[in-house]
């Protein structure tokens, strides 16, 4: 089991920017992937970024260029820094870890964390 804690949400103005943190705990043998996905209301969970464990990067298109996403293995930590916030990034914010076992795919999920971008 993999128990995931995001922190680092809250208000922000446009333009401003917020840096969130997911820490993990528990077994982390075999997980291959850390990202982030978020939710705003009445919209479907997207994912934000992504990491492997090999350090590929995925993002979507509406964040390049403005969000990076990190780890710190040693910390068991993924970040992720979000720049030039607008509104349209207002969402809950969940942490997202990945383990792949043959062809099964396990999926565990942080309790997520509010962004509120204010215009």
């Known amino acids: 089991q993999v128990h995931l804690v995001e922190s680092g949400g809250g208000l922000v103005q446009a333009g401003g920017s917020l840096r969130l943190s997911c820490q993990a705990s528990?077994?982390?043998?075999?997980?291959?992937?850390r990202g982030w996905y978020r939710q705003a209301p009445g919209k479907q969970r997207e994912l934000v970024a992504s990491i492997t464990s090999g350090g590929s990067i995925n993002y979507a298109s509406s964040v390049k260029g403005r969000f990076t996403i990190s780890r710190d293995s040693a910390k068991n930590t993924v970040y992720l820094q979000m720049n030039s916030l607008s509104p349209e990034d207002t969402a809950v914010y969940y942490c997202n870890a990945v383990r792949f076992s043959g062809s099964w795919r396990s999926d565990y999920w942080g309790q997520g964390t509010q962004v509120t971008v204010s215009s």
């Open positions: 528990g077994s982390s043998f075999g997980i291959n992937t």
